[in-house]
């Protein structure tokens, strides 16, 4: 067996020897050699593209984890409420306080008619200046002339009434002085003495009475005399002719009220002067520019913060160069039942008459605010049974501080106690605001956060109403 099987090996080892000899099998040998380095780089690659493929199974699974953790935090942040804030701010204890305001004359007077008539002729018109006493218009009254020529006539009935009861006192003196001599040298009884000293009183009694009558008819001719020279409309100042209400042939009567600072109504369209219908009203308008006052309306929240004897600061928008020094010289004291607001006058220092009645002026008045605090939007406000609370934002949590509250202005007010300056308050708070609430900020519209005290709004509408302030 050992012998066979070394004769096997070495019959094996020849025939091997003998193949390798071969061309056949050297070729495939030496093609075996060139193909090993290609092998080893194939299975490198291979090994590299199984790694990657083990790194990407290991790290997908986390990036798909932390997309889902952003999306998750951000869909969260999307879900807080977001509310409107402004910083709050303390409010200065001295505001300018700005009114719209009306130039008025100091003196002016609105001629009515005291005669009832027939307007015959007219002498001034607008712009004219006139004098104390001058005679603007004359009305025909007939009536009133008629009045006159008839008192005249019964004065001097009057005054016949007299003569002959002074004549007829004479004549009783004389018989009286004859019988009183009879009686005396006994020619005649006492009876004729007695009767004819009676005569004599009674005459003078009569003439005592006509002189009373003559009194009472001058008196009555004397009124006929004032109404008949009524006729004649003067002006009782010194002025400016500024309102014509009548022309020849007006109608003109007694009766209508006074108007006082009130303007005249029925204005014409057209802008001209009044011309007709000025049965009643006023004839005439007459004004003296040398002194000049403005009437300001001043608002109850601001009633009580503005004093007699305060400067005041006038500018127009037809004079944007010039400013006007003034002083509140009167005060009604009393709040208006109709607009809730008080009256000012307040004179102004015109020294080159550049203003004119009438004209819109803006007073600015620097006023001292009584308990100052911080002005919040009157909607930050949250009104509870335990009092009234702002919600505060800090570090975007919301925050129910409770507060005081001043005064009240509608639409903003003061909080004297619970904010401090420069703490951030919700303007608009809905029903999601709640203590402890996680919100996201945004400023407030910029007109909610310019708060300050408050002017008259005649700024938000000068033209509110140009003839505000003319109460």
Not at 342 to 364: F, K, T
Request: aromatic letters at 4%; a negative charge.
């Amino acid at each position: 067996m050992a012998e066979l099987s070394n004769e096997q090996f070495s019959s094996e080892s020849n025939v091997t020897q003998s193949a390798q000899g071969h061309p056949e099998v050297q070729r495939r040998n030496s093609n075996d050699q060139g193909t090993k380095p290609g092998r080893h780089l194939l299975k490198i690659a291979v090994a590299l593209i199984v790694v990657m493929v083990l790194l990407f199974l290991g790290w997908w699974p986390k990036h798909q984890k932390t997309i889902k953790t952003e999306a998750s935090a951000k869909a969260e942040r999307n879900s807080l409420p977001v509310v409107e804030v402004m910083t709050a701010r303390q409010i200065p204890e001295t505001q300018q306080l700005t009114l719209p305001g009306t130039v008025t004359p100091v003196v002016e007077a609105h001629v009515f008619s005291r005669a009832a008539g027939y307007v015959k002729a007219r002498y001034v018109d607008i712009g004219d200046n006139v004098r104390e006493g001058q005679v603007l218009a004359l009305i025909s009254a007939p009536d009133l002339d008629a009045d006159v020529s008839q008192q005249r006539a019964l004065l001097q009935s009057a005054r016949d009434a007299l003569n002959k009861a002074q004549a007829t006192l004479n004549l009783q003196q004389v018989n009286y002085q004859r019988t009183h001599t009879l009686v005396q040298h006994g020619v005649l009884p006492q009876q004729e003495d007695d009767n004819a000293r009676t005569a004599v009183e009674s005459a003078a009694a009569d003439v005592r009475a006509a002189e009373n009558n003559v009194k009472a008819a001058q008196g009555t001719l004397a009124r006929a005399v004032t109404f008949a020279d009524y006729e004649k409309v003067r002006t009782p100042i010194s002025g400016t002719i500024t309102a014509r209400n009548v022309e020849v042939g007006s109608l003109v009567s007694v009766q209508g009220p006074g108007q006082g600072l009130m303007t005249t109504p029925n204005a014409p369209a057209a802008g001209g002067p009044f011309t007709g219908g000025a049965q009643g009203g006023e004839l005439f308008r007459v004004a003296d520019f040398h002194q000049l006052q403005v009437y300001v309306t001043v608002p109850e929240q601001n009633a009580l913060m503005v004093q007699t004897g305060q400067d005041a600061d006038l500018s127009f928008s037809e004079l944007p160069y010039e400013k006007f020094q003034g002083k509140i010289a009167r005060s009604s004291q009393s709040l208006s039942q109709e607009n809730r607001s008080v009256l000012l006058q307040v004179s102004v220092n015109d020294l080159h008459h550049h203003l004119r009645p009438g004209m819109y002026a803006m007073v600015d008045l620097h006023v001292k605010i009584l308990q100052p605090g911080i002005l919040v939007s009157g909607d930050s406000i949250i009104a509870t049974a335990r009092g009234a609370f702002v919600p505060v934002v800090l570090n975007n949590i919301i925050h129910m501080q409770q507060v005081q509250v001043g005064r009240d202005l509608g639409s903003q007010a003061y909080i004297t106690e619970g904010l401090q300056d420069g703490e951030v308050v919700v303007v608009n708070p809905t029903d999601q605001v709640k203590e402890g609430v996680h919100v996201r900020t945004q400023p407030a519209p910029m007109g909610q956060q310019n708060l300050s005290a408050p002017e008259s709004s005649g700024h938000g509408s000068q033209q509110n109403n140009k003839d505000g302030g003319n109460q």
